[in-house]
């Protein structure tokens, strides 16, 4: 079989699903346009703890709290990982506060390729990243172009 194809195919289990949330979080940290990345990260997280997959464990202290105030994160188990996410009214009203973040875990460490990730979670959620070029892209440089008009200055 050929090895393209091979490597496409990723069983959907749990922890090969927390592998592909770990590797787009880590690339959504550092990517120019990382909406798209994050919004798989919060859809597959959501759709694993609605299955019975991943659990909400608590409210940890952000690390990088907005505008320099005091932020709190939801605390979720999928696998042998840990993610944060911004908390919901009910999370406040539903979940321990566990304090500041033990920055001793570290989560697994994961080889995988961002476009495989991508790939699995696309199809876990079912949603596909729209095409769209960046403004560089779409205008291609080109030399400008001066216009005579009417008389000479010189």
Do not use: W
Not at 15 to 26: Q, T
Not at 122 to 147: D, L, M, R, T, W
């Amino acid at each position: 079989m050929d090895e393209r194809k091979q490597s496409v195919q990723i069983e959907l289990t749990v922890d090969n699903i927390a592998k592909a949330i770990f590797i787009v979080n880590r690339h959504a940290k550092t990517a120019p346009n990382p909406k798209f990345l994050y919004l798989l990260k919060r859809k597959a997280l959501l759709k694993l703890i609605k299955e019975g997959k991943a659990k909400k464990k608590g409210l940890h202290y952000s690390n990088n709290p907005k505008y320099s105030q005091q932020q709190s994160d939801v605390l979720i188990s999928a696998g042998s990982y840990y993610f944060h996410m911004p908390p919901t009214k009910e999370d406040f009203e539903n979940l321990p506060h566990l304090g500041t973040q033990n920055n001793s875990y570290r989560n697994p460490k994961t080889h995988l390729s961002l476009t495989r990730a991508k790939s699995l979670l696309q199809n876990y959620v079912g949603i596909k990243e729209k095409s769209e070029k960046s403004p560089y892209q779409q205008k291609a440089c080109s030399k400008p172009v001066f216009k005579k008009l009417g008389e000479s200055y010189f």
